[in-house]
């Protein structure tokens, strides 16, 4: 696990086998992304600040949550990907959903870069 705070490092640890993958994936490509971003458990996940933008990742009971704090953010990967589930401003990824790390990573940078 690539991050120095324990809290974040216990919460990575106890996700299921069969989304612990995806996860890591998804968690590698945002410090790959935002190397200086702030980890932190602020909203009780691995919450992700970088200036005055956010993301955070959750592992719920049946998917993982990439929240932002908008939909503005991941419009354009709800059309592209109408079959996966969301929510107002953030994404269920179930085990069995595919997408492309690409669109992921436009809504990240949307997030952090654009957060109003």
Known sequence: MPTNNT????????????RREKF?????????LYPKAK???KYKMPTFEYQDGWVALANQKNYISFYTCGYHHIEKFKTKYPKIKTGKG??????????DLADLKQVIQ????HPK
């Open 7 to 18: 809290d974040v490092q216990k919460y990575m640890s106890n996700i299921p086998d069969d």
């Open 24 to 32: 890591q994936s998804i968690y590698n490509l945002i410090t790959s």
């Open 39 to 41: 980890i932190s458990m």
């Open 90 to 99: 953030c994404i269920n990824i179930r085990k069995k959903d595919e997408f």
């Open 110 to 113: 949307h997030a952090i870069e």
